[in-house]
């Protein structure tokens, strides 16, 4: 009969947090009301804002509209070629376009132009921006996104334009880079990844892995300038479980550098009723089905006199209870229970859409 009454504890306990989320959302409080407003592109995918657009680097496919005034022989649609040339009517040589602004264009077409006329008037605009595929930001944030890529940017721009990380990210973030850097600068170098994986099969793609810490920490080095066709993977964090006499028994995201005493402070501590002096890891252990296990006395980390343990991937942290009773296990399944039904359904309620 206790079992029965607790599970219909639970089951009324899951509908009330529901029915709250819903109408959270409904009001206009959901966590999609949270993710900032960004600029759209004609192809519905979010971009990078248009500051600096006017200082864009042209590339092969892009296209300039040119106008010359009281002249239509010259007025023609250029597009850049695959040498990085654009070939204006009636000139003879080809202007160089790549790596340079529609201004510095414009010079050389007004100096061209005055060959066969007397103080040419002309207007040069771009008109269609081609050579630049958006990039691909996906893995642990908030709006997985493709983003237009009208200026320079860096990868905290990329993040913030996709809602920036969840509380799911790991330590690392991998940015694939599927084209060569076209206008190369010297800042491109300031940037140095934590490491680098260079395939030996020539059909694999590299990639360079940066830290989410160092970059929240404001470091120059760990903020690259992401390409033109970059894709952006933000890793998730892998997890650890807390069970037995604890607040709040869960799976934590791991975090860089996440020790004992964080995790069990995270779960709302220790029940009185707990053991200590013999709270038990489970490890999983390389090549083996079998966990490791350790025994550890938190008393003496709280007391600091033994060193605090660093969490691995997967671990089980096992909290015994002195007492054993019925009722304290089923309080302890009944938490855990309703704590990770509220957290699933405020993960997988909002939908996400990846344009």
Request: charged share 20%; with cysteine; net charge neutral.
């Amino acid at each position: 009969m206790k079992t029965k009454s607790i599970l219909l504890m639970l089951a009324v306990c899951v509908s009330a947090a529901a029915t709250a989320l819903a109408q959270q959302q409904d009001s206009g409080g959901g966590q999609a009301s949270q993710v900032p407003v960004i600029n759209t592109a004609s192809t519905g995918a979010p971009s990078i804002d248009t500051m600096g657009v006017k200082k864009y680097l042209l590339g092969p496919g892009d296209v300039l509209d040119l106008r010359v005034y009281n002249e239509p022989q010259f007025n023609s649609r250029l597009v850049v070629n695959d040498e990085g040339n654009i070939e204006v009517p009636f000139v003879e040589d080809p202007i160089p376009a790549r790596c340079r602004t529609d201004r510095e264009i414009k010079q050389d077409i007004v100096v061209a132009l005055k060959k066969f006329l007397n103080k040419p008037q002309v207007s040069l605009q771009v008109s269609e921006m081609k050579s630049r595929p958006p990039a691909v930001v996906f893995g642990a944030v908030r709006s997985p996104s493709r983003v237009q890529m009208q200026r320079r940017a860096h990868l905290l721009d990329l993040l913030a334009t996709s809602g920036g990380v969840t509380e799911a990210a790991g330590g690392d973030i991998q940015i694939f880079h599927t084209e060569p850097l076209m206008c190369p600068e010297p800042e491109d170098l300031a940037a140095v990844p934590v490491d680098t994986y260079k395939p030996t099969d020539p059909t694999q793609i590299g990639y360079d892995i940066y830290s989410v810490r160092d970059l929240k920490e404001g470091k120059k080095e760990a903020n690259p300038v992401i390409r033109p066709g970059d894709i952006v993977i933000v890793q998730e964090a892998q997890p650890v479980y807390i069970t037995g006499a604890v607040r709040a028994p869960q799976g934590l995201y791991l975090q860089q550098g996440m020790q004992l005493k964080q995790a069990i402070a995270m779960v709302g501590g220790l029940n009185k009723e707990a053991k200590a002096s013999q709270v038990v890891i489970w490890r999983r252990q390389k090549g083996s089905p079998e966990p490791k296990k350790m025994i550890v006395n938190f008393n003496d980390i709280k007391r600091e006199k033994a060193k605090d343990i660093e969490l691995q991937p997967y671990d089980i942290v096992e909290v015994t209870d002195n007492s054993g009773s019925l009722t304290n296990t089923l309080r302890g399944m009944f938490m855990g229970s309703l704590n990770s039904a509220t957290t699933v359904m405020g993960q997988t309620i909002v939908p996400r859409i990846i344009y």
